[in-house]
Nanobody
Framework: QVQLVESGGGLVQAGGSLKLSCVVS????????MGWFRQAPGKERDFVAA????????YYADSVKGRFTISRDNAKNTVYLQMNSLKPEDTAVYYC????????????????????WGQGTQVTVSS
């Protein structure tokens, strides 16, 4: 059974930083692209960032480009999201997910293309 566990969320002031981690267990994630999504209260889940299976390619939502960095350590089955210059509008529950297609050349932004999800970690940015 594949499980994803996010951590690193919390309360931070605007302009601050947080680093989220997502550990995958039950199956190696090294052959799959990984993504981060977020959902604010009353809003739909939005794509944040994705990273290829080998870590060589990344893709970001325009809203976080230049502020967030996705990375991965396949030896640790872990993906990270470094978030800098946080804004109140970044407040949301953040989820990591595993792409459904192994060794995919495409970095997907549609959550329906990911088949395993974590439980989420809350990020709150105060103004």
């Amino acid at each position: 059974q594949v499980q994803l566990v996010e951590s690193g969320g919390g309360l931070v002031q605007a302009g601050g930083s947080l680093k989220l981690s997502c550990v995958v267990s039950g199956r190696t994630s090294s052959s799959y692209a990984m993504g981060w999504f977020r959902q604010a209260p009353g809003k739909e889940r939005d794509f944040v960032a994705a990273i290829s299976w080998n870590g060589k390619r990344t893709y970001y939502a325009d809203s976080v480009k230049g502020r967030f960095t996705i990375s991965r350590d396949n030896a640790k089955n872990t993906v990270y999201l470094q978030m800098n210059s946080l804004k109140p509008e970044d407040t949301a529950v953040y989820y990591c997910a595993v792409d459904r297609v192994p060794l995919s050349p495409i970095l997907r932004t549609d959550g329906s293309e990911y088949n395993y999800w974590g439980q989420g970690t809350q990020v709150t940015v105060s103004s």
